[in-house]
């Protein structure tokens, strides 16, 4: 099992700035893709950005230009750089990791932007 804790959330005037970090422990042997999910009250979770090992990103049009994911592989960690921060990405935000096939998901952590 892998575990996953995430970190960094919490409430910004629109405009700022906040990190998401994730770090997984447990039994990791090499993890392949490392994710950022959203989901906003009454919506359908949906994919922020993506990493997989070797740094190659994917990110969805509504954070292009705003958003980095980024990964530490020493420290099975990702990040999740928010810029330029919108009402509208206000939501709970998942960490997730995909291991030889198995997916794994953290518990969400929670950023309010406030306008």
């Known amino acids: 099992q892998v575990q996953l804790v995430e970190s960094g959330g919490g409430l910004v005037q629109a405009g700022g700035s906040l990190r998401l970090s994730c770090a997984a422990s447990?039994?990791?042997?090499?993890?392949?893709?490392m994710g950022w999910y959203r989901q906003a009250p009454g919506k359908q979770r949906e994919l922020v950005a993506a990493?997989?090992?070797?740094?190659?990103?994917n990110y969805a049009d509504s954070i292009k230009g705003r958003f980095t994911i980024s990964r530490d592989n020493a420290k099975n960690t990702v990040y999740l750089q928010m810029n330029s921060l919108k009402p509208e990405d206000t939501a709970v935000y998942y960490c997730?990791?995909?291991?030889?096939?198995?997916?794994?998901w953290g518990q969400g952590t929670q950023v309010t932007v406030s306008s």
């Open positions: 997730n990791v995909d291991q030889w096939g198995s997916n794994y």
């Open positions: 447990g039994s990791i042997l090499i993890i392949n893709n």
């Open positions: 990493i997989t090992r070797g740094g190659l990103t």
